[in-house]
């Protein structure tokens, strides 16, 4: 969708959504929000309907092969363009990738139909036996429009391009020599690749929006796997591996106009300096050379940049800031320089940018003109932003498969859908006419977030897909508290118009808060975790907003057409809403009572857990985590299915469980790789059981003689192994751990804030003790954890945090409202909750158990870790949470009731600060 439509529709729906805010005239508000619910439809399903581009192929003519046997069509392949409208090379590996989609696209080889290719772009089509009709009905064929998926699949559910790269040592200048004492830190260390992936990282996915695998392996290289990269991109991905962006400030030399040209002539020398050629535009647009003698030592370089972007209101500059240190060697650098007189060189890989004179004392501030059009800005931006201490080699490229299966894809679509429909039916038949409107309320909360994502084109991954099923679960719980509260005005007498205004409000503060204070982790893991944890934070937060609207919009405007007649009238009250018997019985359970014994439950599983953790250490990490070995068998141009290799190591009792990937070379060779990650002491067993179990990779060298030593060590296909580092390393882990714990202080204020210190602490007590528990019953059961756990414990966490919030705020309301002992009100509340936790934690259960059921291995292991999460998510709410917060008050020495009166008073007082 072109970004001004979407920014001038954003706008319009903006517009309509104030309006609905800010009208009290129900009839209005009716109206206006049926319009902002349809121009949001529209907007989604337009940014989610199939589209098309335009073939990369031109047909051209049809002519006779000279036996007369059949036709030869000359197909022209497009040339790719860059970012600057300029042709890019077509290479032969190109051209053979480009034969390769035509051939998927026209097919025909069961008919004969052969394909060849020849540089700089032509393709040839055989068709031997074909008529002159098929030829032509082929030939229409090639110029049809490609269609293109409106979501773009992650690495790990669609496969993509791989990258194999060689970290270089450092470039010694031409004036240095290494000496016995710092000859090291020429070499490639492991301190070296660690920060050649940082710097990757930084490059290629600076918003942390693509989902993109950087891992170290062996001794000096580095793999990177992107989803679906087309040839602009890949040209964009080797220029900006390649580029260092090597940022230099050096002096000129004081008399560089006398001295220059003697240098260049090699009439003279000028110790301590190097002489550069530096090509100028002046100012009537004529190209001019200078000879420039530049200072050999650099005094400011890109170590110094603490921040680059480009200069929006002046084209082709970017502005540089220096950090501090750096802004003090500007200072020092230019301070004894005669001001309009020396010159300072900007220096830019090796080539100088500019050569201005100092007019003053500089400080850390600085621009770099002449660089070019807006994306060129944006990419030095990003390169300056993270320079190459080593330079980069591209080994190898190849396309790569799911890491997860296609199989593993499909059936989790499946399954999803089929667990989405057992939940709406349940719905239906639980509440009747009102699960129709939350059928409706959720199909367009899922077609808001769908339709953000293809809009924004946000990458869709297996963390992605976790932020999904807890939005669908926080969705489904912000309908059931709605329902069960209107059950519970309609109990109470009320008419169907009023028992639905009352319904709403008092089911408001609950979800805004419960929303809120998962949004508010949900952002914090945006900005602070990297990797996969941003792909589970950006779905999370579309869906929390998409809820938020379904619930507390949709429904209403839905209850509001419906029950419009009964604003005046209640005759036809009974007819038009009714719900079954509730599931709970209307009995109060003494919760609060059992907490000793639900303590003592809790202190089991948490030791347990602790214990757990502690004795498996580093075998409970899978190749994610802990890194391991990695085996490639090149098979030419035979390919061995994953799943056969999956099935061939199936009875194996292997440390760590191995994922499995096939890899296609690019041409010449076009050749096939079945790679595998396992662990270092599994590999050899890994390797020898595909060897005995897959025929294709059991065969031996042509070459060999039968019965000879050679016969037994010669293989038909060779095979590889090499070391592979963890994909989510030490980076990765510190950022999210930094990131959950901003989180859990953000929430401990904003519950302080909205509740009580009691609350909070109750809320971080219950979110410690899930995860713990969950972590120690996945390992007990025989998981590894890996990147699938990391989607389900930060599932397991927003659930927990939902979950509680809710409880809370009933607890509140119960406090402020009622008469009698704290603890007694708050057993009251527990119980009034009851049902919604219920029927909330088996519609969650029902959707992930069929993923179980149904799914592969990868979604078998993560549906089973949430499934154990909403059983213990669900328990920590009633037996955990509250008591704590009834213990943390007294232990306090405060009056819960008093405090939460005395808050709601300051509220009604000064709502700026409610």
């Avoid at 954003?10 to 309509?16: P, Q, V």
């Avoid at 989610?48 to 036709?71: C, H, K, N, Q, V």
């Avoid at 409208?85 to 053979?96: A, N, P, Y």
């Avoid at 082929?138 to 970290?167: M, R, Y």
Wanted: proline share 3%; aromatic share 6%; hydrophobic share 45%.
């Amino acid at each position: 969708m072109q970004p001004t439509i979407v920014f001038l529709s954003g706008l319009f729906i903006l517009a309509l959504l104030f309006w609905y805010l800010a009208s009290d005239d129900i009839s209005r508000k009716r109206k206006v929000g049926t319009v902002l619910i349809l121009g949001i439809i529209v907007m989604c399903g337009w940014s989610l309907s199939p589209r098309t581009e335009t073939s990369e192929f031109l047909a051209g003519d049809i002519t006779e092969m000279a036996d007369g046997t059949g036709y030869q069509l000359s197909v022209t392949a497009i040339i790719a363009k860059d970012a600057k409208g300029e042709e890019l090379e077509m290479e032969q590996e190109t051209l053979e990738r480009r034969v390769r989609s035509l051939e998927a696209k026209i097919g025909g080889q069961e008919d004969g139909v052969t394909y060849s290719s020849s540089l700089p772009n032509l393709i040839t089509i055989t068709m031997p036996g074909f008529s002159k009709e098929d030829a032509e009905k082929l030939a229409s064929q090639v110029e049809q429009s490609d269609p293109v998926a409106s979501l773009k699949p992650g690495i790990d559910l669609a496969g993509g391009a791989s990258f194999t790269l060689q970290v270089q040592p450092k470039v010694l200048e031409d004036s240095e020599e290494a000496s016995d004492e710092d000859a090291d830190a020429f070499r490639v260390s492991a301190d070296s690749i660690q920060q050649a992936i940082k710097t990757l990282r930084g490059r290629l996915n600076p918003d942390g929006t693509k989902d993109m695998l950087i891992q170290p392996q062996g001794q000096d290289m580095i793999i990177i796997e992107m989803p679906g990269v087309s040839e602009e991109e890949a040209a964009w991905v080797r220029e900006i591996i390649q580029k260092q962006s090597v940022l230099e400030l050096r002096a000129v030399h004081p008399n560089n106009n006398t001295l220059a040209a003697k240098v260049a002539a090699k009439e003279t020398v000028a110790p301590g300096f190097k002489l550069f050629t530096y090509t100028d535009t002046d100012d009537r647009g004529e190209t001019r050379t200078e000879q420039l003698l530049l200072e050999n030592r650099n005094k400011i370089e890109g170590k110094h940049v603490k921040r680059a972007s480009p200069d929006l209101a002046t084209s082709g500059v970017v502005q540089v800031t220096l950090t501090g240190a750096g802004g003090k060697l500007m200072r020092n650098l230019t301070a004894p320089m005669r001001k309009g007189v020396d010159r300072l060189a900007v220096v830019l890989d090796g080539e100088v940018d500019s050569a201005p004179v100092v007019q003053a004392v500089l400080d850390k501030n600085f621009i770099i003109q002449g660089v070019g059009d807006a994306e060129e800005c944006r990419n030095l931006s990003a390169t300056l932003m993270n320079p190459l201490e080593n330079p980069l080699k591209i080994l190898k490229e190849s396309t790569v498969t799911a890491r997860l299966g296609a199989a593993t894809v499909s059936q989790g679509i499946l399954a999803g859908i089929a667990g989405i429909s057992l939940t709406i039916l349940f719905l239906g038949i639980y509440y009747r006419f009102a699960g129709i409107i939350a059928f409706i309320g959720l199909t367009v909360n899922v077609l808001i977030l769908f339709g953000a994502m293809a809009m924004f084109e946000f990458t869709f991954t297996l963390p992605g897909i976790a932020g999904i099923i807890l939005t669908i679960g926080v969705a489904v719980d912000a309908n059931v508290l709605i329902y069960e509260r209107l059950r519970e005005e309609r109990a109470a007498g009320k008419s169907l118009f009023a028992a639905i205004q009352a319904a709403y409000e008092k089911a408001f503060t609950a979800i805004f808060d419960a929303n809120i204070t998962t949004l508010i982790t949900a952002i914090i893991l945006f900005w602070r975790a990297s990797g996969t944890v941003k792909g589970f934070a950006i779905t999370l937060t579309i869906g929390i907003l998409a809820s938020m609207f379904a619930a507390l919009v949709v429904t209403r405007v839905a209850f509001w057409w419906t029950s419009r007649n009964s604003e005046k009238s209640s005759r036809d009250d009974s007819r038009k809403l009714k719900f079954m018997s509730s599931l709970v019985p209307r009995q109060t359970l003494n919760f609060m009572g059992m907490r000793k014994a639900a303590f003592i439950i809790s202190l089991i599983f948490l030791a347990g857990s602790l214990v757990m953790v502690g004795a498996k250490r580093g075998n409970a990490l899978g190749i994610d985590f802990a890194g391991g070995a990695l085996i490639q068998f090149q098979t030419q141009q035979e390919i061995v299915p994953e799943a056969d290799a999956t099935a061939a190591l199936a009875g194996l009792d292997l440390n760590k469980d191995p994922i499995i990937q096939n890899e296609t070379l690019p041409a010449p060779d076009n050749s096939q790789i079945l790679s595998i990650r396992c662990a270092d002491e599994d590999a050899e067993m890994i390797a020898n059981t595909l060897r005995e179990n897959i025929p294709l990779l059991g065969l031996k060298a042509e070459a060999a003689e039968e019965g000879s030593a050679a016969a037994e060590a010669a293989w038909k296909y060779d095979s590889s192994r090499d070391t592979v580092e963890a994909s989510l390393g030490a980076d990765f882990l510190k950022n999210s751990l930094i990131a959950l714990g901003l989180g859990l202080i953000a929430i401990l204020a904003y519950i302080t804030i909205r509740f009580e210190f009691s609350f909070a602490m109750g809320a971080f007590a219950a979110l410690f003790h899930d995860i713990l528990i969950c972590i120690g019953i996945v390992i007990v059961l025989g998981q590894e954890l890996t990147l699938i756990h990391v989607g389900a414990f930060l599932t397991i966490a927003g659930y927990s945090i939902n979950d509680t919030i809710v409880v809370f705020d009933r607890i509140r309301e119960s406090l402020r409202m009622k008469r009698g002992e704290v603890e007694e009100v708050m057993n009251i509340a527990i119980n009034a909750t009851l049902s919604r936790t219920i029927l909330t934690s088996a519609t969650t259960f029902m959707t992930v158990l069929v993923l179980f059921i149904f799914g592969g291995p990868a979604l078998k292991t993560f549906s089973l870790a949430i499934m154990v999460g909403v059983v213990v998510g669900t328990y920590s709410s009633i037996f955990v949470a509250s008591p704590i917060v009834l213990i943390w008050s007294r232990k306090r020495g405060v009056n819960l009731r008093r405090e939460l009166l005395d808050a709601n008073l300051e509220a009604q007082v000064n709502p700026a600060r409610g």
